[in-house]
C-alpha cells in the first residue's frame, strides 16, 4: 500500500492498481519476455494496444466519428504552437481568453505564428478572482479560432461554461491538461482538445488531441511534420515513432477510469473531494482561497494561510503526516492541493483533518 498522498500538480499520481500493473508487466509483457517499452511501434502488439487506448477514450468522452484522436509529442505547450500552425495563417487572428499562467502561455505562442487578440482577462472582484462572462467581452473581428484553458493548474481557476462562436464558424480551441476526463463532456462544443498528459492521463511528454476533422489538412508548409494534423492522421499518430509507453500507460488510465464508472462517477468523486477542501478552508478565517465560488477549480485546490509565516511548517508537518507537494507554485505561493482523478478521497479527507488539526494547534 502507497503510505503517502501525492498532491503534486504534475507531474501527478496516477491510480496505484495501474502502476501495479505496469510494475507487474514491466519485463515480460504480454508474455513476450520483453517490456511494452522495447517492441516495435508497427508490431502487432502494441498496435493492439494503442488501438484499444484510442477506443477507450473514445467511449468515456463519448468522442463523435467525425472527430479524430491524435497521440503525439510534446505533452501540453507543444499545442501552443501546433493549433496556430495547423489551422491558421499568418494572416489570420487567434482569440484568446485569458484566466491565469497556461492561457497567457498560449497566446504568446500563438503571436508567433498569427495575429492574436485578448478578448478578456480573469479579474479581483472583492477579493475573489472571476472569469468576465462572454458579453463582457471585447470582440472586433472574427477571429480564425478562439483558444481558452478550462482548468488553469496554477491559479486554481476552472471554467464549466463553453464559449459559443457568435456566427457558429469559429473553432473553439481549449486547452484541458489538467482536467480532461475529470467530467463528462460535450467534444461537439470544441474544434480541438489537448492535453497534456501528466495530471490525468498518463506519464509527461505525450498530448492527446481531439481535432474536428474538417479542421484537418490546413497546416502551413513550413510546420514540422510531427506536429502536422494531417500526417499525423493518415498515419494512426505514428508518423515518426510516438512515445510508446505513455501511449500504453495511458490506455491502463483508461480502462482504469471505465472501472471506476466512468466520467459520471469519477465526476461526482472528483465533486466530493474538492468539496471537503473548500469546506475547510472556508471554515474559519485560517485558511483562504482567492477564487469565485463558481470558478473555484474541482483539480486544483489553491488556498492560503492567513499567517504566511506559518507556510513552511505547514509544509513540513504535512509532510511528516504523509502529505506531500503541496507547496503553491512560485508564482503566486501558498499552498495548492492537486486532486485529480487519481486521488482518492480519503486523500483528500486526511489532507482537510490535517488542515483542521493545524488550525487548532496554531489558530
Ligand atoms: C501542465 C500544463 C501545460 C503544460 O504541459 P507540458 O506538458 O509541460 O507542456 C499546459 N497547460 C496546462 C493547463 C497545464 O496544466
Not at 104 to 133: D, H, L, N, T
Not at 180 to 208: M, R
Not at 268 to 287: C, E, M, P, W
Request: hydrophobic share 40%.
Amino acid at each position: 500500500m502507497q503510505n503517502i498522498f501525492n498532491f503534486s500538480a504534475g507531474p501527478a499520481m496516477l491510480p496505484q492498481e495501474v502502476m501495479q500493473q505496469a510494475q507487474e508487466e514491466l519485463i515480460n509483457w504480454q508474455g513476450l519476455g520483453t517490456s511494452v517499452m522495447e517492441v516495435s511501434h508497427r508490431g502487432k502488439p502494441f498496435i493492439e494496444v494503442a488501438d484499444q487506448a484510442e477506443a477507450d477514450l473514445r467511449e468515456l468522452l463519448q468522442i463523435p466519428a467525425n472527430y479524430t484522436v491524435l497521440f503525439m509529442h510534446g505533452g501540453g505547450r507543444a499545442q501552443f504552437s501546433a493549433v496556430p500552425l495547423n489551422i491558421t495563417k499568418s494572416s489570420d487572428l487567434s482569440q484568446h481568453l485569458v484566466t491565469g499562467q497556461w492561457s497567457v502561455g498560449a497566446e504568446e505562442e500563438a503571436q508567433k505564428f498569427c495575429r492574436s487578440s485578448i478578448v478578456a482577462k480573469s479579474k479581483e472582484i472583492e477579493g475573489k478572482m472571476y472569469v468576465p462572462k462572454q458579453d463582457e467581452w471585447s470582440i472586433a473581428e472574427e477571429p480564425g479560432y478562439f483558444h481558452y484553458c478550462t482548468n488553469e493548474t496554477v491559479d486554481g481557476i476552472e471554467i464549466d461554461w463553453v464559449p459559443k462562436s457568435q456566427s457558429g464558424k469559429v473553432p473553439i480551441v481549449a486547452d484541458m491538461s489538467s482536467n480532461i476526463l475529470s467530467k463528462p463532456l460535450k467534444i461537439e462544443d470544441f474544434g480541438i482538445i489537448y492535453a497534456g498528459a501528466q495530471k490525468n492521463i498518463g506519464p509527461s511528454g505525450l498530448s492527446v488531441v481531439i481535432v474536428r476533422n474538417d479542421l484537418i489538412g490546413f497546416a502551413r508548409k513550413d510546420t514540422p511534420a510531427i506536429f502536422n494534423y494531417q500526417l499525423q492522421a493518415a498515419s494512426g499518430s505514428m508518423y515518426n515513432t510516438p512515445p510508446t509507453f505513455s501511449w500504453y500507460l495511458a490506455g491502463l488510465v483508461f480502462k482504469w477510469l471505465k472501472a471506476q464508472g466512468g466520467l459520471t462517477e469519477i465526476a461526482r468523486v472528483n465533486k466530493q473531494k474538492s468539496h471537503v477542501l473548500y469546506k475547510q478552508i472556508d471554515a474559519t478565517g485560517f485558511y483562504s482561497n482567492n477564487v469565485h465560488n463558481e470558478y473555484r477549480s474541482k483539480m486544483n485546490v489553491t488556498f492560503k494561510l492567513s499567517d504566511e509565516s506559518l507556510n513552511e511548517v505547514f509544509l513540513k508537518q504535512a509532510e511528516s503526516n504523509g502529505l506531500v507537494a503541496l507547496k503553491g507554485h512560485r508564482a503566486v505561493g501558498g499552498m495548492r492541493a492537486s486532486i485529480y482523478n487519481a486521488m482518492p478521497l480519503a486523500g483528500a479527507q486526511a489532507l482537510a483533518d490535517f488542515m483542521k488539526e493545524f488550525e487548532r494547534k496554531n489558530g
